[in-house]
C-alpha cells in the first residue's frame, strides 16, 4: 500500500512539474509559493504525529528567507540550489541548538515556547534598521549554475526547484515514518516510560524530529524569499506559524502527500478569497477550518483512507 | 555460577522516608528469585533503583560487574536489564503485533547516532522477532487486537513480551500476577517462567501470592520496613517466623478479606 501511495505521489508530481509550461505566470508562482509552504507543513506533521504544536514554525522559514536575501546582500551569490540548501542547513542548525531546550517541553509548553522564540527573532529583525526594519529588503534575483532566466522563466525554474525539493523532502519524511525514530511517535504519544525502559531515548527522538522540522521550515522558507523576491519580519511572525498550523490541520498527518494538496487549496482558497471578498477572507478561512476540524478531523488525507475503504471489496483491504 | 548482579549498601530515602535500607544482594546467573513484602516495604523502589527509574541515595549496583548505580534506565536497558510494570506499560493505541514490533525493531537497531533512523521499523528481521514473541508469549489468538481492549493477564504478557525482545539476561518482573484472577495466575506464571527458560533470562520478581512464590522461586527475599529481613530458599524464608510474622501473615488476613 505504501508503494503505491509513492507511486501516485510521484504520477501527481509529474504531471504537477509538465503543466508549468502551459499555465500562466501567476499560477505558476502561486503553487510555488504554496509548494515551498508546504515543506514547512510537512515538518509541522513529523511534529504533529508525536503529538506536538508548534506556533512558532516561522522562525525557521524566516531563518532560511534570511538566509538567502542576505547571501545575496553581502556578497551577491544567487546561485539558487546552493541558496536553498543554506537556507535549510542555517534553519536545521538553529533548531539543532534550540532542540536542547524545546525536546523537554511537551504539550501546551512546546507550543508556546516555540512561539516565544520565533516572536524573539521577529522582535529581533523589526529592531535592526539595516536590514529595513519591518520594510524588509529585496531579495537578489536567483540564478541556476550561473544561468540567469527572468520573467515566466525564472518562475518556471523556481517551481520545478521547489517541486524537486518537495520530491526529496517527501521521499525523506516517508522513509523516516517508516524507521524505528518514526514509528515510535504513536508509542511516544502514548507511553514515554515504556519507550525510554526499551532502551531509546525520547529526548533525543523528539530533538531530530525538531531538527527535521526546522530543516523543512528552512527549505520552505528559502525557496519563498526566491519566489517573492523579498523578505521581511512578518515571515517570523506568529500569524505565519499559525497558517502552517492551519494548513497541518486542513492536511491532517496521515499521508505527506497531504501536506502539499492542503497548502496548494489554502492558497487558492485564500488568493481568490482575498481577492473576491478582502473582508471576509479570514472569515472564509475560519470557516473552512471549522468545516475540517467537524467534517475531517483527520484532515483531507483522511478523504483518501475513506475513498480506499469504499472501493475497496471487505477483505481485500491490507 | 558467575554473579549478574551484586547489591551493595543501597538505600533510598525521599525526603524524611527511608524506602530502602542497607540492602544486600547478590544473584547467580539464571537463578529465580522472588521478592516478598507487604504493601509499601520498598519492593518497587529496589527494582527501580536497579533499572535506573530512580538513583539510589547510596550503595553500588554491580551488573555483569560493572557499575551502573545511577545510569539512566535507558542505558541500562542497553547493557542487558529489562523489566514489567507493576501496571503493564503497552502503547494503548497499537495492536499487540505493533506493540511487539517496536520492541523488536528497538532491538535490531543498527549500531550508531542515527540507528533509529536508518532502521526500518518492519524488516523481515523485525516482524519475524515479533511474531516468534508472540507466539512465545501465546498470545497469538490477539495480535491484531489494540492494546487498550485487551484483558489484563494478556496486558502483562504483552508488557513481559516486549521488555525481553531486547535480549535481556536480567528481567525484573513487578507483580506479574497484581490484578489477575487467582485462577489464572498460575497458568499466566507457567507461560511466563517457561518462556524465560527457553531464553536462559535470569528473573527476580515481585510476587504476592505465596503459593506462586513457592512454585516459581529458586530463591525468596523477604523486605520488610525498606530492608530485606530473611533471604534464602524458597522453603527457609517462607518458613521463616519474621517472615510469617511481618509479611506472610499480614497477607493471608488481606485475603481472607479479599
Ligand atoms: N517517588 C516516590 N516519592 C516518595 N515516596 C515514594 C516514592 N516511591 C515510593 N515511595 C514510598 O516508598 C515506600 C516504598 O514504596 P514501594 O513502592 O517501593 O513499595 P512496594 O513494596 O513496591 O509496595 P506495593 O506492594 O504496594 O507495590 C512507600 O512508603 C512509598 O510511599
Ligand atoms: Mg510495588
Known sequence: MQAGAQWVGGLLLLVAAAAAPFLPNWVVSLATIAFAN???????????????????????YCIGAYAVALMGRWIGFTDAIALVLLGGIVAGLTAAGIGFLLAR????????????????????????????STDGFSVLTPTFFGYAPHGAQLSRALYWLTLAIDAIAALFVGLYFRSVAGALAAPIRDNEIRVEFLGVSVTSIIHTKVVIAGVLGGLGGALAAMTIGHVDPAMAYWTTSGGFVFVTVLAGSGYVAAAFIGSLVFEVVRSFAVDVMPQLWQMTLGSVLLLTILFLPEGLGSLVSRLKRRVMKPGTAP | MSTILEVRDLEKTFGQLVAARDINVSVPQHQTVGVIGANGAGKTTFINMITGHLSPTKGTILFE????????????????????????????????FENMCIAAAIAHRKPGMFGNIMTPVRSAETTAAAEAAIELFQIGRY?????????????????????????????LLDEPTSGISIEEKFDLMNVVMSALKTRKITVLFVEHDMEIVARFADRVLAFYDGTVIADGTAHETLDNPKVQELISGVRLKAGAHA
Do not use: C, H
Open chain 1, 105 to 132: 517541553y511537551r504539550e501546551i509548553f512546546f507550543a508556546m515556547l516555540s512561539l516565544a522564540l520565533s516572536m524573539i527573532l521577529y522582535g529581533v529583525l523589526v529592531k535592526t534598521e539595516s536590514l529595513g
Open chain 1, 38 to 60: 508546504a515543506l514547512v507543513v510537512l515538518g509541522l506533521v513529523v511534529l504533529w504525529r508525536v503529538g506536538l504544536v508548534s506556533f512558532g514554525q516561522a522562525l525557521y
Open chain 2, 143 to 171: 495480535r491484531d487486537v489494540t492494546a487498550n481492549a485487551l484483558p489484563q493477564g494478556v496486558r502483562k504478557l504483552l508488557d513481559i513480551g516486549m521488555a525481553v525482545a531486547g535480549s535481556p539476561r536480567l528481567l
Open chain 2, 65 to 96: 560487574d560493572k557499575d551502573i548505580t545511577g545510569k539512566p534506565s535507558r542505558e541500562i536497558t542497553g547493557l542487558g536489564i529489562s523489566r514489567s510494570f507493576q501496571v503493564a506499560q503497552i502503547f494503548p493505541t497499537l495492536t499487540v
